[in-house]
């Protein structure tokens, strides 16, 4: 989800003071715990050592008052027994302490407060033996489940062997003295021993687990944990060890008021939290201000960024600016905001308009158009095309082609209405008024009016399409579509204006189908396309050497198509080398089959002018040849006088390769062409078909009599065979044979007949 700037800021602000007060929040913790722990940490290092001097102290000096007080009294070495015990006790008064010991050479004795506390001889000795081997003046001993302090007279003073020991119960009392000493709690562990702890702290159960516990690391991050804080510790410690113990070593804790110290601590940081929270309150206080100091305007400038993504442009744009910058951001908006609606009219301009002409192109012109069929209105759409455009582009140029673009633009922009240019040379008109047919003629020649470009004049010729809507079409696309039909129809028609009709629609739409339904025949080698064959007959001797394919096509849905349409169809589409190439193949593999029963059998079919031009045509017909394995003698080619002066070097050439591998070359319908008869002396040629119109009504008729003597005679003289097509009738075929035509063609002699059918007939002759 995409947040707003203003959310951002605010949010920006609120995170940075934050994030500020918790870093200096952590900082006064960090530096105050550090602080605190040192002082504590150091209170504790510098009273463990005097807790232990302090205890040195007071032994050393109960033990000579302990020396003090066995001098005074009888000598020592000369006490008996029985004296002995009374001047313990009063010793053991003087003293104030717990008990006492004596021991001398031939004498040991004891006295004590309290009886139950049992001292037996061995604990006496044990006793005795520390002291006499080691030369500390206190310790410890543990009897009883009571600890006892035992302090020894000055060894120095007393005779060898002898021995006084004076014994204290380690007390509240005590352990109170020794705190005054010191100034910190204290609290007595005997390890490992049923003893309650002795502390001089009051109100709290104490046990060595918690003691150990609330020991202070010498690590700072530990001194105000959770624990400390919410009042589960209430002590900080330090344990520190006696080591003068005879059979126990007692621990003893330092201790300082934790929760004391905390609240201290507490205090102060709850009130820089305090402080804190005021300051991000301020803040984002402060921050929603700015935030929307800032953002409105941004809003509003995206607001207009929206009207503009939207098509919709503000006249103005009224903010002020705060600052700078944003007084920058304002100008370059407004700024932007103009080169947009610049570049946009200048986009739609292109989009409208044809860049070459400066016409309305096809976009524009179909979306006007199908506004006004949607509307109903009436109007007249005339479409105009250049006849042979590509032409003036191939002769003269691309640069002279545009010209003449140009020149016909203009022309039309000066008439009334609305012009454009569809594609290549095809223009639309729509004007703004009917015209009738006169004045489209008169609007014909205006437009065809020589162009001049560089000093050579262009001759223009235009085919002219008309449309009445809403009656004509439904649509601005079927519009176009039909345009293009009737200009088409136009073209190939001798009329030079076509107006739209069902009847030239539905001839289109059969044109369509003839060259759909064609493709898909020769694609799939469909039964529905195949020969016939037509006999030339040889009029001298009777023989038949050479038949000619002719092409046949029933459809399954248009039926039976004739040749002359479906072909002339084939070439106008671009795809009658196809055809062409399959009538070839057919043919080979057809006359394969007859020369198994006629020899010298010899197929002659029909190529065209796309053929003969066609640099992959000859490639393809010697392939074929080595494909079944045929001599070059068994198919012919027949081409019209027509086709070879459309490109006669182009085409020499091909027929040349063609009849150098021993392949004859034919002229059809010879006489209705070209009627210079100079092609004769330089193209490869072995054939003359002399054109039915000649042959017919032939014994009636003088001057196709004339006409069909002298091509005879003329082909005699270049030494070319003469075959003689349309005989239909024995006296055509006589007078022929007579002037000498080597060869005869015709239903007179038969009629096209299908595939077996010819090979039968072949076989009867």
Not at 26 to 47: C, M, P, Q, R
Not at 353 to 363: H, I, K, M, V
């Amino acid at each position: 989800m995409h947040k707003t700037l203003y959310f951002s800021i605010v949010r920006m602000v609120v995170l940075l003071v934050s994030g500020t007060a918790i870093i200096m929040l952590l900082a006064v913790w960090d530096n105050l715990s550090a602080t605190v722990h040192k002082n504590i940490y150091g209170t504790f290092e510098n009273v463990a050592p005097l807790l232990n001097e302090e205890i040195n102290n007071l032994a050393t000096s109960k033990s000579s008052q302990l020396t003090l007080l066995l001098e005074d009294s009888t000598k020592h070495n000369e006490l008996q027994q029985s004296e002995t015990d009374a001047v313990l006790k009063e010793f053991l008064t003087q003293l104030n302490s717990d008990l006492l010991f004596f021991s001398a050479p031939n004498l040991t004795a004891k006295s004590q407060i309290n009886n139950e506390i049992d001292f037996n001889d061995q604990s006496i000795n044990e006793i005795l033996a520390y002291f006499r081997d080691n030369t500390k003046s206190y310790s410890f001993y543990y009897v009883n489940e009571r600890l006892f302090w035992l302090i020894s007279a000055n060894q120095q003073a007393l005779l060898k062997d002898t021995y006084l020991v004076a014994g204290y119960e380690l007390n509240q009392a005590l352990l109170k003295t020794l705190s005054n000493e010191i100034r910190l709690n204290l609290s007595l562990v005997i390890p490992d021993k049923p003893t309650k702890v002795l502390s001089t702290i009051k109100g709290l159960e104490l046990t060595e687990k918690s003691l150990d516990n609330w020991i202070l690391s010498s690590s700072h991050f530990d001194l105000f944990n959770l624990s400390v804080v919410f009042g589960l510790q209430p002590l900080y410690t330090a344990k520190v060890d006696i080591e003068n113990g005879i059979n126990v070593i007692p621990h003893i804790y330092l201790s300082l008021n934790a929760e004391r110290i905390s609240a201290n601590f507490v205090e102060l940081v709850a009130t820089i939290a305090g402080l804190s929270l005021i300051a991000i309150i301020l803040a984002i206080i402060t921050a929603i201000y700015k935030a929307k100091h800032i953002s409105k305007p941004l809003e509003k400038i995206t607001e207009y960024s929206e009207f503009i993504s939207q098509g919709h442009y503000p006249k103005e744009i009224n903010e002020k600016a705060h600052t700078v910058e944003f007084g920058r951001l304002l100008n370059a908006f407004k700024s932007m905001q103009q080169n947009i609606m610049s570049r946009e009219e200048q986009i739609l301009r292109q989009s409208q308009t044809d860049a070459l002409s400066n016409l309305y192109n096809r976009r524009f012109m179909q979306a006007h158009i199908d506004h006004l069929l949607n509307k109903r209105h009436v109007f007249q759409i005339i479409g105009i095309n250049l006849v042979k455009f590509r032409e003036i582009n191939d002769v003269f140029g691309y640069e002279y082609g545009d010209e003449c673009l140009r020149v016909i633009a203009k022309r039309l922009k000066a008439l009334p209405g609305m012009a454009a240019r569809l594609n290549g040379g095809e223009f639309l008109w729509l004007p703004e008024t009917s015209r009738n047919r006169q004045q489209i003629i008169e609007t014909c020649r205006q437009l065809e009016a020589d162009v001049l470009c560089n000093g050579i004049s262009i001759n223009i010729s235009t085919a002219i399409g008309i449309m009445h809507c809403p009656d004509d079409a439904d649509t601005a696309k079927q519009l176009f579509n039909r345009v293009s039909m009737i200009l088409d129809i136009a073209q190939k028609s001798n009329k030079k204006i076509e107006t739209y009709s069902t009847s030239a629609e539905n001839q289109f739409s059969r044109r369509r189908k003839i060259i759909c339904n064609l493709k898909n025949a020769l694609l799939t080698d469909s039964a529905s396309l195949y020969l016939e064959y037509q006999p030339q007959l040889n009029l001298q001797t009777g023989e038949v050497s050479h038949i000619e394919a002719l092409a046949r096509w029933h459809d399954d849905e248009l039926g039976t198509i004739r040749p002359d349409e479906f072909i002339q169809i084939a070439e106008d589409a671009g795809f009658i080398n196809q055809l062409t190439l399959w009538v070839l193949r057919t043919a080979m593999k057809d006359v394969i089959a007859f020369r198994a029963t006629k020899e010298n059998i010899s197929i002659a079919i029909n190529i065209s002018a796309q053929d003969i031009i066609d640099e992959e045509f000859v490639t393809n017909c010697l392939q074929s040849f080595r494909y079944y394995a045929l001599s070059h003698d068994a198919i012919s080619f027949e081409l019209t006088e027509s086709i070879i002066v459309n490109d006669s070097e182009l085409a020499k050439f091909h027929l040349q390769k063609l009849r150098d591998t021993g392949c004859k070359i034919a002229i059809d319908d010879f006489g209705t062409g070209y009627s210079s008869l100079s092609y004769l002396t330089t193209l490869p040629i072995d054939v003359l078909k002399i054109d039915r119109w000649f042959v017919k009504n032939l014994p009636t008729q003088k001057c196709n009599q004339w006409i069909c003597r002298r091509i005879i005679a003329l082909a005699n003289d270049f030494g070319f065979t003469v075959v003689a097509e349309g005989i239909e009738d024995r006296a055509s075929m006589r007078l022929l044979r007579k002037w000498g035509c080597h060869k005869g063609q015709g239903y007179y002699i038969s009629k096209p007949m299908a595939r077996d059918a010819i090979a039968k007939w072949l076989m009867e002759q």
